[in-house]
């Protein structure tokens, strides 16, 4: 009986660890709510089709530690002369109308005790697509890479970067 | 520690729950873009704007770091000649100032009696039109108590209350109203000089803390390191004559502790012995007259009534003059008693008898920023401010107007200065927090805080410069800046005020002061660039500093013996309050930055407490940190004690700062406000109140105060008391 108990406890701390890890890699890895934009964006079409220039929106990526992203205003410079209108362009005119931010849903993200600046990537001659992946092609803008601790260093190992703790954690 | 499998499992399954708990997240989940971009935003980089720091009146120049339209830190402007980079804890904590959630947030009417403190906001069309109706109704009636406010604002308030035939106070409770007095007699000069700290060899202070609050800390804390290291070869030397040792004190190479309101006779001292020995540098005919102030008294008799000894003076007056670059300062502690001004034109003399005036190392006079059409403000007396009692009795006025000031909180009550808010007949307050004297408004038109405005200050004295402030974010409440006001005012109220202030708001009036100023200073450059230049640098000086001359030097007649108040038999103790450089005179109080700041000496912070020199203590049977009861003849407070063996045994001494009865949660009601003991006596000469003209005795209650002292042992302490750790008691 006492030994059934046991195993029955040890059960139950792997299911409950299965469970947490389950929830904690949904939280740090942004697997969900990728399909969950307010409205949705096509990187494919923007950056692929058109051939528009990552920096026109993420103006933010070469001159901050923030890519950032695009104000509606951004937006606006080309859809306020566009006539065909979509479901998805409406939901974008209606935000810009009610003189709205759209709030997109994050999918990259540190924790806060690293400090990452995509200004000195883009100086030192990085290109978006290294790290981003083929944003080009894709519709929505899944993870093209896992963005933890390892894959910075193993990218910093390969360009002979510095692997300093304080190079990232300050 | 014996754990075993099953407890192991037990823990962790408890932990793994724990982490399910909500808390853990909380993280950014979204990307708010803007809707229109601000130009001069970029997410991540900070922005740098230059302008003046108005937390005090030395008129430090500020650069303030901005992100994302919020102001984060505030630093030295490095090219400022008065601070060059450096800053005090009152600028650092101004953002707390700006930030504070108890600043007055619209316009209040009062509702209910005065002073209960009940008020309901009411719109800026009502505000400005209930002020003005009462502005006419009461033509000449007016009376406005305002902070010294220097540059294009000073000008406008000036024009302003002339114009209404009111009366404008610049109030400084700080102020070293005796200082100018005594400058005034002994050079003939209505401006602070500059000490030249910086390259003295010698410094002899007469009870100036200017290392912790006098005229310009900062500014003078920068001269101290030069004296001290900033020359090769010489190390100057630094000696504190005050009855209390102060922060400054403590950084001297000597203390002389004397008997409060003897400083002018020991100064006296020293001079007979300089002259007698005779290593002065004085002209021909001046001997005689020094010989005549210094041949009153007997140096024995000095001795005895300084209490400090005979071979003490003769070694002092020797080291003065025999240094290559004597100089004399006096201030704070001396001048704060009935004989202020005359002790500081006895400590004049002592630099004119070693001849230091216009020297490098002495008194220098350097010449005023010329040309700037607004001027710098002088602050009224104490003794001014108490004369209104009189003209709002006699009802030849009653509109009260205030502006960052706060005398009900700094005047003692036994000036009865109260008496003037009982008999306004209405009182306009233009403060951003709701302090003593607000509480008790009948109005309250809140003010921009200083890093939402435009703004000038005039640095005068040691360092003519005129520094330029401009809003560094956007104003956080529903305030407006009070230069708007005055210049809604004089719209509506028209006629010859409307045209000696035409301007629309306090941005295009101050553009014009410095469109006059920089179109003679800097001819042929557009004003747009040289504005947006002025802006970038923080305001307007001259690198080359041009010294005047004085020629007037008066000595004393003779030197006054100081009053007290209180008969010695009853109250045995001396009294002396002490400025922090965080709290001030209270208007720190409100930030928990300053509260947080321990005092240098006892590391007490947030309240108040009772130094008492551990013989004293023991003479009464005192225990540290007790509660004591000390009364004056005017009135009572009661604080912990803490020992200060750096107070003379006959002297009790308070910090100011703290006992507000408003002023916001972090100020009110904690610790007391000594100022209530204080007996209603002036400086002669100045009107200045004579802080340390009162006399105190104690009692015990047998009760024990907790006092938060940061690196000693105590409750509520970071440290425990005997260093032990909680699971082995």
């Known amino acids: 009986m006492r030994k059934w108990t046991g195993a029955l406890i040890a059960l139950v701390v792997i299911i409950t660890a299965l469970i947490i890890g389950f929830f904690y890699s949904q939280g740090s890895a942004d697997l969900r709510g990728q399909d969950r934009q307010p409205l949705a964006f096509s990187h494919q079409r923007h950056a692929g089709q058109l051939q528009i220039n990552c920096l026109f929106c993420h103006r933010g990526a070469n001159v901050s530690t923030a890519a950032s992203v695009p104000p509606v205003y951004i937006c606006m410079t080309c859809h306020r002369a566009l006539k065909e209108q979509t479901p998805e362009t409406q939901k974008l005119l209606t935000y810009w109308n009610n003189k709205e931010p759209i709030p997109w849903i994050r999918l990259q993200r540190l924790p806060d005790f690293v400090r990452f600046t995509h200004e000195m990537h883009l100086a030192a001659g990085f290109k978006c697509t290294e790290c981003h992946g083929q944003v080009a092609q894709m519709t929505s803008t899944p993870r093209a890479a896992t963005f933890e601790m390892g894959w910075c260093i193993s990218c910093h190992q390969r360009n002979g970067a510095s692997k300093d703790c304080f190079t990232c954690h300050y | 520690m014996d754990l075993k499998r099953r407890d192991f499992l037990k823990v962790l399954g408890v932990t793994a729950a724990g982490s399910l708990l909500p808390g853990c997240a909380g993280e950014t989940k979204k990307l708010i873009p803007y809707v229109i971009p601000d130009e001069e935003i970029i997410p991540g980089v900070a922005d740098w704007y230059a302008s003046v720091c108005r937390e005090c009146d030395a008129g430090c120049g500020i650069l303030v770091r901005v992100m994302e339209g919020r102001a984060k830190k505030v630093e030295g402007n490095p090219a400022h000649p008065v601070n060059r980079g450096k800053l005090c804890a009152k600028g650092q904590a101004s953002l707390q100032g700006l930030y504070n959630p108890d600043r007055i947030q619209e316009p209040l009417q009062r509702e209910g009696a005065r002073g209960e403190g009940r008020f309901r906001p009411i719109s800026w069309e009502d505000g400005i039109s209930r002020w003005v109706s009462t502005l006419e109704k009461y033509p000449g009636g007016a009376v406005m108590i305002s902070r010294p406010v220097p540059g294009t604002l000073s000008r406008l308030f000036s024009t302003f209350m002339k114009e209404i035939s009111g009366r404008l106070l610049f109030y400084d409770p700080s102020g070293e109203g005796t200082l100018q007095a005594a400058n005034r007699r002994s050079f003939g000069v209505d401006r602070f000089p500059e000490y030249d700290i910086a390259n003295a060899t010698y410094l002899l202070s007469f009870g100036t803390p200017f290392l912790s609050d006098w005229l310009s800390p900062v500014h003078y804390g920068l001269a101290y390191g030069e004296m001290r290291q900033g020359r090769p070869a010489v190390r100057g030397r630094f000696v504190q004559i005050e009855p209390r040792l102060s922060m400054t004190a403590a950084s001297a190479d000597r203390w002389v502790p004397l008997r409060p309101g003897t400083e002018g006779l020991l100064a006296l001292g020293i001079g007979q012995v300089i002259l007698k020995e005779g290593r002065v540098r004085l002209a021909q005919g001046d001997r005689s007259r020094f010989e005549k102030l210094y041949g009153t008294v007997s140096l024995d008799q000095i001795a005895a009534k300084t209490e400090v000894p005979r071979e003490e003076i003769i070694r002092l007056a020797r080291e003065f003059s025999e240094a290559a670059a004597p100089l004399a300062i006096g201030g704070g502690t001396a001048s704060s008693q009935t004989n202020g001004t005359n002790t500081l034109m006895a400590v004049n003399a002592l630099n004119l008898l070693v001849g230091n005036l216009g020297e490098s190392g002495g008194i220098r006079f350097i010449e005023p920023l010329q040309g700037f059409p607004a001027a710098a403000a002088t602050p009224v007396s104490d003794q001014a401010l108490l004369n209104l009692k009189d003209s709002f009795k006699n009802k030849k006025r009653s509109l009260l107007m205030l502006y960052q000031s ?324």
Do not use: C
């Not at chain 2, 640095?459 to 009070?482: E, F, H, K, Y």
């Open chain 2, 406 to 729: 706060n005398p009900l909180y700094t005047l003692p009550p036994s000036t009865h200065f109260g008496e003037v808010f009982d008999q306004a007949a209405f009182t306009v307050s233009f403060s951003s927090f709701m302090d003593e004297s607000t509480a008790m408004a009948d109005l309250i038109l809140p003010d921009h805080f200083f890093l939402e405005a435009w703004g000038d200050f005039l640095s005068d004295g040691g360092t003519p410069a005129a520094g330029l402030g401009q809003p560094v974010v956007i104003p956080r409440n529903n305030t407006r800046p009070v230069g708007d006001l005055f210049l809604s005012a004089a719209k509506r109220i028209g006629g010859n005020i409307e045209k000696q202030l035409p301007w629309t708001d306090f941005r295009t009036m101050l553009e014009d002061q410095w469109k006059t100023f920089l179109a003679r200073e800097v001819p042929g450059q557009p004003f747009e660039i040289a504005w947006i230049e002025r802006l970038q640098q923080g305001g307007w000086w001259k690198p080359e500093q041009r010294l005047i001359s004085v020629s007037r030097r008066p000595l004393p007649e003779s030197i006054e013996s100081a009053q007290f108040e209180g008969d010695e038999k009853q109250f045995p103790f001396y009294l002396t309050l002490f400025e922090s450089m965080g709290l001030q005179r209270g208007e720190g109080a409100n930030r928990p930055w300053l509260q947080e700041l321990p005092d240098p000496a006892t590391t007490v912070v947030w309240g108040s407490w009772v130094e008492i020199n551990p013989r004293t203590a023991r003479q009464y049977g005192i225990q540290e940190r007790e509660i004591v009861r000390v009364i004056s003849p005017y009135g009572e407070v009661e604080a912990p004690v803490i020992f200060f063996p750096g107070n003379r045994p006959d002297l009790i001494s308070m910090p100011l700062g703290q006992g507000h009865t408003a002023y916001g949660r972090y100020a009110k009601g904690r610790g007391v406000n000594p100022v209530i003991l204080l007996a209603p006596l002036v400086d002669r000469d100045s009107g200045t109140l004579a802080m340390g003209a009162t006399r105190v005795r104690i009692e015990r209650t047998g009760r024990r105060g907790k006092p938060v002292l940061v690196d000693q042992t105590g409750e509520g302490t970071r440290r425990s008391p005997e260093g032990r750790r909680r699971s082995e008691t």
